[in-house]
């Protein structure tokens, strides 16, 4: 059964750092593309950060040179690293899994509030 | 980047009715169009992909077709359950963008 569960969400100051993680089951992390999705308190959905499954990386541009998606194979977990964040940043964090055909897996989400 | 327009932004239908939700890319997607079902509260869940094709586990009375730039998503017979908020994301290009969603709410 395919599961995403992520973590590392909480408080945290405008300008601080913290590492969501997103540990996978039932397939492998590496041979998919990986995403991380956020939605905004009420708002829609805006895409953050892809890994593919050859490693390259892609960001929105609201986030580049501030976060960074990598994976631990060995773990089969994706991370989203966040550094100089945002009150803009606060959001429910989504990790997503996105085959070559289209077909996606949502998991839950982990809330990320910046606020002093 | 690519922009995705849904209509209507939000409906208001009866059980049993027959819903079609629309989404506009601003230039050629092919079929690569995701949609996806929010409850309040709830992760999305991927409803199809490809334009028409139905994820695994997801009831046939959701259909979706469209090539292109124009695209829709029916549901053959709203049932509670269904009352929900759904998005289409287009996967053709970096940055996968989303439509504004349309609320699905009871009449």
């Known amino acids: 059964e395919v599961q995403l569960v992520a973590s590392g969400g909480g408080l945290i100051q405008p300008g601080g750092s913290l590492r969501l993680s997103c540990v996978a089951s039932?397939?492998?992390?590496?041979?998919?593309?990986m995403s991380w999705v956020r939605q905004a308190p009420g708002k829609g959905l805006e895409w953050v950060s892809t890994?593919?499954?050859?490693?390259?990386?892609h960001y929105v541009d609201s986030v580049k040179g501030r976060f960074s998606i990598t994976r631990d194979n060995a773990k089969n977990t994706v991370y989203l690293q966040m550094n100089s964040l945002r009150a803009e940043d606060t959001a429910v964090y989504y990790c997503?899994?996105?085959?070559?055909?289209?077909?996606?897996?949502w998991g839950q989400g982990t809330l990320v509030t910046v606020s002093s | 980047d690519i922009q995705m327009t849904q209509s209507p932004s939000s409906l208001s239908a009866s059980v049993g009715d027959r819903v079609t939700i629309t989404c506009r890319a601003s230039?050629?997607?092919?079929?690569?169009l995701v949609w996806i079902q929010q409850k309040p509260g709830k992760a999305p869940k991927s409803l199809m992909y490809?334009?028409?094709s139905l994820q695994s586990g997801v009831p046939s009375k959701f259909s979706g077709s469209g090539f292109g730039t124009d695209f829709t998503l029916t549901i053959s017979s709203l049932q509670p359950e269904d009352f929900a908020t759904y998005y289409c994301?287009?996967?053709?290009?970096?940055?996968?963008?989303f439509g504004g969603g349309t609320k699905v709410e009871i009449k």
């Open positions: 994301q287009q996967y053709n290009s970096n940055p996968l963008t």
């Open positions: 890994i593919h499954s050859d490693g390259a990386t």
């Open positions: 490809a334009a028409s």
């Open positions: 997503v899994r996105i085959r070559d055909s289209g077909d996606q897996y």
């Open positions: 230039q050629g997607i092919s079929n690569q």
């Open positions: 039932g397939f492998i992390v590496s041979s998919n593309y």
